[in-house]
């Protein structure tokens, strides 16, 4: 048995920044080695491994790797609830939040504040509602704009809420319905990054893989600059996270 597996703790949590984040072990019966990922909001570590591979030993490679869970922790930014006189990111831009009891409940833009009212106990569900409604629309213009660039009808489209991926292809499996799935906080980042990984699923409905052929329909259907947009995500994604945990 390699020494470090005999040497680490086998503790299920693990101490990151000065708190306890617990270990979530995922079988996955095609896992060929040990996958270790820190949760984009830094709330758990999460470990996929083979069906034959033992839990104390996954548990342990964790604690091996504290130096840079604890690195990738300190990058994720802090939880900021929305409220009052605060802020909130949409399409790359930040719109105050101005919320008076009294004007109706349903959000407005106005002049780079965000007009609601309502309930102050239920304002941060009704702006994370407001932003995936908002999301949706985009998520479908855009959709529809990237299938006719690549010759393709377009396909329905519903919000994700996934904590690793910004967007996933449905093959459509017995149904043969195919399905674009993309995540509703790319609403908050802005226009040129959220196209970019619509476009990049479109490419996936011809091309389900990362081949030179995917690539170059995906530069060929986006107007903007891939590389410059993932990179934007690599350096700014888990900041999505942070107003609503």
Known sequence: MIDWLKRQPV????????RLVPIVLRRHASAKRLTLRLAPDASEVRITLPSWARGADAIAFAHARRDW??????????????G?????????????????????RKPALCAGSLRIGGPLDT?????RRWLE???????ESDLAHYAAAAGLEPVPVALSRAQRRWGSC????????????????LVQAPDEVRRSV?????AHLVHFDHSPAFHALVEGIFEGDIAAADGWLKDNGRGLYAPFG
């Open 11 to 18: 503790d299920p949590e693990i101490e990151l920044g000065g």
């Open 69 to 82: 869970l604890d690195a990738q922790a300190s990058k994720v930014p802090e939880r900021r609830v929305p």
């Open 84 to 104: 009052p006189g605060g802020s909130l990111a949409f399409r790359g831009s930040s719109l105050r939040i101005a919320w008076d009891e009294s004007v109706p």
């Open 123 to 127: 304002l941060e569900p009704r702006l």
């Open 133 to 139: 409604r908002e999301a949706l629309q985009l998520f």
């Open 170 to 185: 449905s093959d459509g499996g017995k149904s043969g319905v195919r399905r674009i799935r993309l995540n509703w906080r």
């Open 198 to 202: 619509v476009a990049h699923e479109v």
